[in-house]
């Protein structure tokens, strides 16, 4: 079995500012883990993924995320964020062989504030 | 360029009918999903597919139905079993190693009932 947890549904940030948005796993299994980002009235797109060795990951529009197993947590970050960050993120978990499903977590909105 | 398509991207539907929301994919891809959004609740799943002429259910499917003739097509009927289907629509698409790669989505449909 496998879950996500996703802290906080909203999360403002001004302009320039560190983003963080926080993502706690569980499985039975070693995780893979995803970070999907969706604007308004789209699908989701994969902004980055870890599968396995090196624990930190980068992704797309300059996020990265940190996999850290002793706290079974992959949280997403950027150093500044900018207006088209404003979006809903979603965290994912599958468990490492053969078929598995992706089970997602319930997002979070970003807004960034000018 | 290869993706997945879903159409219409609006649909409205009066009380006591059945509707037909399409999804094709031109990716090679085995597994199709059909998931449910609804704001503050993420995503839900209706039903899957990782073969053609076989699907499962998932963790909403009442009031649903799916087919998969073909490996491009996975079209998902809203019957009027469905007591609330107002929502947002996402077909997505994967390889068997769907939770190594991650899923692949449309930009969704989004049902409204009038």
């Known amino acids: 079995a496998q879950s996500v947890t996703q802290l906080g549904s909203h999360v403002s940030v001004s302009e320039g500012a560190l983003v963080l948005l926080r993502c706690n796993y569980s499985?039975?299994?070693?995780?893979?883990l995803f970070w999907y980002v969706q604007y308004p009235n789209q699908g989701l797109q994969l902004l980055l993924k870890y599968t396995t060795g090196a624990t930190l990951v980068k992704g797309i529009n300059g996020f990265e995320a940190e996999f850290k197993k002793s706290e079974t947590s992959f949280h997403l970050t950027k150093p500044s964020a900018h207006m088209s960050d404003a979006a809903e993120y979603f965290c994912a978990v599958s468990g490492a062989g053969g078929y598995q499903k992706v089970t997602f977590g319930t997002g979070t909105k970003l807004q960034v504030i000018p | 360029d290869g993706g997945i398509t879903q159409s219409p991207k609006y649909l409205f539907r009066k009380e006591g009918q059945n509707v037909t929301l399409s999804c094709e994919q031109n990716l090679n891809h085995d597994a199709m999903y059909w998931y449910r959004q609804d704001p503050g609740q993420g995503l839900r799943l209706i039903y899957y597919s990782q073969i053609v002429n076989d699907f499962q259910k998932g963790d909403i499917a009442e009031g649903y139905s799916v087919s998969r003739e073909k490996k491009e097509s996975f079209p998902l009927t809203v019957t009027s079993a469905q007591k609330n289907p107002t929502a947002f629509y996402l077909c997505?698409?994967?390889?068997?190693?769907?939770?190594?790669?991650?899923?692949?989505f449309g930009s969704g449909t989004r049902l409204t009932v009038v």
């Open positions: 499985s039975s299994v070693p995780p893979y």
């Open positions: 997505a698409s994967s390889s068997l190693q769907g939770g190594y790669y991650g899923y692949t």
